[in-house]
């Protein structure tokens, strides 16, 4: 994994709380409620923690069928004909909770950091070279995960220790397939010895039954038949994101993470 | 004169006419698909082998039929003499062009506002008879159409969709009748079989898959939860024509993961019914899994096959079963056999003597959530299995090692909505494979299997040609050598899979069909 996934995770752990501290409108009974709900009725489709699986992601900033409140009350409410959204049987106070909840799966409040963002902006593109693994508004590398909106999908905490200690929480994966692009992404490390003996390794990008495209860190595609290579393993809970601990100061570590939180998309 | 009689015979016409004895009789007609499964026994094999392990790698795309209507495709086709009929999204039917793939007529049919449905509008096939094609419709009709133009001749209605009763299943043809199949577990309804006259529409029997009052199983049911308690049958069963009856599998009681107010065995969900084709009476049942809560639909295609036994030969019938069992019963009686699971399991001990489950504790669902083997999908689903009489293998698509977390809630029936009592989800870094497995029919031993980077709901096809053809979810249509499970073939189809293939000869060359996404794909060795 992934510090994209990595950091998803964390924070759809962290959320519920920090969900509670900033949106006084929904009380935490309903809160909970309405998490319950979406664990029972939605999450066998959309993830435990929406990040989709059979059913496209919900841990996203815009959801492109509910844009807003109301769409996205209709959408649980009467599903979506002719796809396997099915129509809720939950009454409309349920359908609110578990609205409240998807809404916040894919918003997260600015946190209070106390690092100097356009420092941190400097020290990614210069001395943590972050840029040649990570993207921001289509600029960058592809090897690690697009940071366009990280701030929108991580707290402060969780992109701190993806810094320092990257391999620390690396779920395995979360379903095989996100449904609505038909692609893992979920970085899984791979490592491969081919029959004339080169080795590779690098960061699934896809991969079915009798093949395998992975990702190498000069951003490099590689495609193989199965059949074709002499050892495929696949790095489980491993990231292949260096630690910036002893790369960073304290404060710059703080910078960098002020940086990253800021980090919310267009305005 | 003797010529205008020949003639007459060989116009297409007369060539479309498929009785029933042409039917009973498929494997004398190995370019046809006549009905579902391939034969009235379920065994989804093509005693043709043109194509075999020597010459696969040369197996090409024919031609591909891109359907217009997004949406999930199962349809399992049925072949008459060169022409194709097959169902697409939502309710059209087209006649194809085998050699070319061109369409020849296609009935298109309005969308009822009132359709419900758990899991989109799928529609796995059509039967025919005579010169009749049978649809079953999402909101619940049965229609007759005219094979040689698509123009219906009568339609009925077969149960109220607004109760949230769906078809999805192919009709299954048995001499002069029609025998239709119900969905709609997820919703409360009452299950049911029913059966009507081919020329008429005429309803000739129905029954009820949940016992009413005053009927043997009835009180297996706590209160009146038998009026909502699911039992459907929306996968297409099988037929005996010399024992003369019809075996069917039915579906998970309702609600699916709340079992709290149908306390009991909850008859005849989860069973497989032998039941008599003239009359509907049910012959004999063997339920699999009772009082189930964890979706264990029994729907599966049941696999008729006569076989040594504990050195007895016997009308057997297999199953393999969403609950991660394979039984072997007596399908003259429904004794069971044999039984073994076929994939990890962690809610049963074992079976017993009579082939009921040894129930482990603490598997039921909860509100906190129980991690059961196996998961939502089961060991298997309503995609087709395979049986060859040449290997006596009997082959399955099946879930590989997935295991998910059930939820159970309180839930009030009301009509028409969904009612599940529960939910389930993924575990968080479960990445589970589907495998190809191939089972020695009898005995249950798993002989092969062939792993699959993920699982999907593709049937699989064996054929004399020594192949079983099957489907990955990320695209690929394979060929495994039979007797040894090894890939020899492959195919990108370019999306999911979740259909069954078939097998068929245009111009006495052996063809091979699946759908994928929204096309139909056409092979044959160049």
Same mark, same amino acid.
């Not at chain 1, 420092?119 to 366009?148: M, S, V």
């Not at chain 1, 620390?168 to 397939?177: C, I, R, Y």
């Not at chain 2, 497995?437 to 709901?457: D, L, M, N, Q, V």
């Not at chain 2, 394979?478 to 979740?498: M, V």
């Given at each position: 994994?992934?510090?994209?996934?990595?950091?998803?995770?964390?924070?759809?752990?962290?959320?519920?709380?920090?969900?509670?501290?900033?949106?006084?409108?929904?009380?935490?009974?309903?809160?909970?409620?309405?998490?319950?709900?979406?664990?029972?009725?939605? =999450?066998?489709?959309?993830?435990?923690?929406?990040?989709?699986?059979?059913?496209?992601?919900?841990?996203?900033?815009?959801?492109?069928?509910?844009?807003?409140?109301?769409?996205?009350?209709?959408?649980?409410?009467?599903?979506?004909?002719?796809?396997?959204?099915?129509?809720?049987?939950?009454?409309?106070?349920?359908?609110?909770?578990? =609205?409240?909840?998807?809404?916040?799966?894919?918003?997260?409040?600015?946190?209070?950091?106390?690092?100097?963002?356009?420092?941190?902006?400097?020290?990614?593109?210069?001395?943590?070279?972050?840029?040649?693994?990570?993207?921001?508004?289509?600029?960058?590398?592809?090897?690690?995960?697009?940071?366009?909106?990280?701030?929108?999908?991580?707290? =402060?905490?969780?992109?701190?220790?993806?810094?320092?200690?990257?391999?620390?929480?690396?779920?395995?994966?979360?379903?095989?397939?996100?449904?609505?692009?038909?692609?893992?992404?979920?970085?899984?490390?791979?490592?491969?010895?081919?029959?004339?003996?080169?080795?590779?390794?690098?960061?699934?990008?896809?991969?079915?039954?009798?093949?395998?495209?992975?990702?190498?860190?000069?951003?490099?595609?590689?495609?193989?038949?199965?059949?074709?290579?002499?050892?495929?393993?696949?790095?489980?809970?491993?990231?292949?994101?260096?630690?910036?601990?002893?790369?960073?100061?304290?404060?710059?570590?703080?910078?960098?993470? =002020?940086?990253?939180?800021?980090?919310?998309?267009?305005? | 004169?003797?010529?205008?009689?020949?003639?007459?015979?060989?116009?297409?016409?007369?060539?479309?006419?498929?009785?029933?004895?042409?039917?009973?009789?498929?494997?004398?007609?190995?370019?046809?698909?006549?009905?579902?499964? !391939?034969?009235?026994?379920?065994?989804?094999?093509?005693?043709?082998?043109?194509?075999?392990?020597?010459?696969?790698?040369?197996?090409?795309?024919?031609?591909?039929?891109?359907?217009? @209507?997004?949406?999930?495709?199962?349809?399992?086709?049925?072949?008459?003499?060169?022409?194709?009929?097959?169902?697409?999204?939502?309710?059209? &039917?087209?006649?194809?062009?085998?050699?070319?793939?061109?369409?020849?007529?296609?009935?298109?049919?309005?969308?009822?506002?009132?359709?419900?449905?758990? %899991?989109?509008?799928?529609?796995?096939?059509?039967?025919?008879?005579? +010169?009749?094609?049978?649809?079953?419709?999402?909101?619940?009709?049965?229609?007759?159409?005219?094979?040689?133009? #698509?123009?219906?001749?009568?339609?009925?209605?077969?149960?109220?969709?607004?109760?949230?009763?769906?078809?999805? &299943?192919?009709?299954?043809?048995?001499?002069?009748?029609?025998?239709?199949?119900?969905?709609?577990?997820?919703?409360?309804?009452?299950?049911?079989? @029913?059966?009507?006259?081919?020329?008429?529409?005429?309803? %000739?029997?129905?029954?009820?898959?949940?016992?009413?009052?005053?009927?043997? #199983?009835?009180?297996?049911?706590? !209160?009146?939860?038998?009026?909502?308690?699911?039992?459907?049958?929306?996968?297409?069963?099988?037929?005996?024509?010399?024992?003369?009856?019809?075996?069917?599998?039915?579906?998970?009681?309702?609600?699916?993961?709340?079992?709290? @107010?149908?306390?009991?065995?909850?008859?005849?969900?989860?069973?497989?019914?032998?039941?008599?084709?003239?009359?509907?009476?049910?012959?004999?049942? *063997?339920?699999?899994?009772?009082?189930?809560?964890? @979706?264990?639909?029994?729907?599966?295609?049941?696999?008729?096959?006569?076989?040594?036994?504990?050195?007895?030969?016997?009308?057997?019938?297999?199953?393999?079963?969403?609950?991660?069992?394979?039984? &072997?019963?007596?399908? &003259?009686?429904?004794?069971?056999?044999?039984? /073994?699971? *076929?994939?990890?399991?962690?809610?049963?001990?074992?079976?017993?003597?009579?082939?009921?489950?040894?129930?482990?504790?603490?598997?039921?669902?909860?509100?906190?959530?129980?991690?059961?083997?196996?998961?939502?999908?089961?060991?298997?689903?309503?995609?087709?299995?395979?049986?060859?009489?040449?290997?006596?293998?009997?082959?399955?698509?099946?879930?590989?090692?997935?295991?998910?977390?059930?939820?159970?809630?309180?839930?009030?029936?009301?009509?028409?909505?969904?009612?599940?009592?529960?939910?389930?989800?993924?575990?968080?870094? +479960?990445?589970?494979?589907? /495998?190809?497995?191939?089972?020695?029919?009898?005995? !249950?031993?798993?002989?092969?299997?062939?792993?699959?980077?993920?699982?999907?709901?593709?049937?699989?096809?064996?054929?004399?040609?020594?192949?079983?053809?099957?489907?990955? #979810?990320?695209?690929? *249509?394979?060929?495994?050598?039979?007797?040894? #499970?090894?890939?020899?073939?492959?195919?990108?189809?370019?999306?999911?899979?979740?259909?069954?293939?078939?097998?068929?000869?245009? +111009?006495?060359?052996?063809?091979?069909?699946?759908?994928?996404?929204?096309?139909?794909?056409? *092979?044959?060795?160049?």
């Amino acid at each position: 994994m992934t510090p994209r996934k990595r950091l998803q995770y964390v924070f759809l752990l962290l959320g519920t709380s920090l969900f509670l501290q900033t949106q006084p409108s929904t009380s935490a009974s309903q809160l909970s409620q309405g998490e319950r709900l979406f664990q029972v009725q939605c =999450a066998g489709c959309h993830g435990p923690k929406g990040e989709g699986g059979s059913g496209p992601t919900l841990a996203t900033p815009t959801l492109v069928r509910a844009t807003n409140e109301a769409l996205l009350i209709k959408v649980i409410a009467d599903g979506i004909p002719g796809t396997e959204m099915p129509r809720s049987r939950l009454d409309k106070e349920q359908i609110k909770q578990v =609205a409240d909840f998807v809404r916040r799966l894919g918003q997260l409040p600015p946190e209070r950091v106390t690092g100097d963002p356009q420092r941190g902006k400097e020290l990614y593109e210069t001395k943590g070279f972050c840029a040649q693994c990570h993207a921001i508004n289509g600029r960058g590398g592809a090897f690690g995960p697009d940071l366009t909106v990280i701030g929108l999908q991580r707290g =402060a905490r969780h992109l701190r220790e993806s810094l320092t200690d990257p391999g620390a929480d690396v779920p395995k994966s979360f379903s095989a397939f996100r449904g609505d692009t038909g692609l893992p992404e979920n970085y899984l490390q791979v490592r491969v010895v081919t029959k004339d003996g080169r080795r590779l390794s690098g960061a699934r990008v896809n991969e079915d039954t009798f093949s395998i495209q992975f990702r190498d860190s000069a951003n490099r595609v590689h495609s193989f038949f199965k059949s074709d290579l002499a050892e495929f393993h696949k790095d489980w809970g491993k990231s292949s994101m260096p630690s910036y601990r002893d790369v960073f100061s304290k404060a710059e570590l703080d910078d960098v993470v =002020a940086y990253l939180v800021s980090l919310r998309g267009a305005k | 004169m003797k010529t205008i009689i020949l003639l007459l015979l060989i116009t297409p016409t007369a060539l479309a006419q498929v009785s029933y004895e042409r039917i009973r009789r498929a494997e004398a007609e190995p370019g046809n698909w006549l009905t579902y499964s !391939g034969n009235y026994q379920g065994h989804r094999h093509s005693p043709l082998k043109e194509i075999n392990p020597a010459n696969v790698a040369r197996l090409k795309p024919a031609w591909v039929y891109q359907m217009r @209507d997004p949406g999930k495709v199962q349809t399992s086709p049925i072949v008459v003499d060169g022409i194709l009929y097959i169902t697409e999204k939502p309710h059209v &039917v087209t006649a194809l062009d085998g050699k070319t793939g061109r369409p020849l007529w296609s009935y298109r049919r309005a969308v009822s506002p009132d359709i419900r449905g758990c %899991c989109g509008q799928p529609n796995r096939g059509l039967a025919i008879l005579d +010169d009749t094609l049978f649809l079953g419709t999402m909101d619940s009709k049965l229609v007759a159409l005219d094979v040689r133009t #698509g123009k219906q001749r009568w339609e009925v209605a077969v149960a109220d969709p607004k109760l949230g009763y769906s078809i999805t &299943v192919a009709p299954l043809a048995v001499k002069d009748k029609v025998i239709i199949g119900i969905a709609g577990g997820e919703y409360g309804i009452r299950g049911f079989l @029913d059966a009507y006259d081919a020329k008429t529409g005429k309803q %000739c029997w129905r029954l009820w898959t949940i016992p009413g009052p005053g009927e043997f #199983g009835h009180d297996t049911w706590e !209160g009146a939860s038998w009026k909502t308690g699911g039992a459907a049958t929306w996968v297409t069963g099988a037929y005996d024509p010399e024992l003369n009856l019809i075996y069917w599998g039915t579906g998970n009681p309702g609600p699916d993961w709340n079992g709290d @107010d149908r306390e009991g065995d909850n008859l005849y969900s989860d069973s497989l019914l032998a039941i008599d084709a003239d009359t509907g009476k049910l012959k004999w049942y *063997f339920q699999y899994t009772p009082h189930d809560v964890h @979706d264990w639909d029994s729907n599966q295609t049941p696999v008729l096959f006569d076989g040594l036994v504990d050195g007895r030969m016997r009308k057997l019938v297999a199953h393999a079963n969403r609950n991660a069992f394979y039984y &072997v019963l007596d399908r &003259v009686t429904g004794e069971f056999l044999r039984g /073994a699971p *076929f994939i990890k399991q962690t809610w049963a001990k074992g079976l017993d003597a009579k082939g009921h489950p040894i129930r482990l504790p603490d598997t039921f669902p909860t509100i906190e959530g129980t991690v059961v083997h196996p998961g939502i999908g089961g060991g298997t689903n309503w995609q087709s299995p395979s049986w060859s009489p040449l290997t006596r293998l009997f082959y399955v698509m099946a879930h590989d090692g997935q295991a998910q977390t059930y939820f159970k809630m309180k839930e009030e029936y009301r009509p028409g909505e969904s009612f599940e009592g529960g939910g389930f989800r993924n575990l968080i870094g +479960d990445e589970p494979p589907g /495998a190809v497995k191939a089972i020695e029919a009898e005995t !249950g031993k798993i002989r092969w299997e062939f792993k699959t980077h993920s699982y999907t709901s593709a049937g699989l096809l064996s054929t004399a040609g020594s192949l079983v053809f099957g489907s990955s #979810g990320e695209g690929h *249509f394979f060929a495994l050598d039979a007797e040894s #499970g090894k890939p020899l073939w492959r195919f990108q189809t370019g999306a999911r899979i979740t259909a069954n293939p078939i097998s068929f000869l245009v +111009d006495g060359k052996q063809h091979v069909a699946i759908a994928s996404g929204q096309a139909l794909f056409v *092979f044959a060795i160049d």
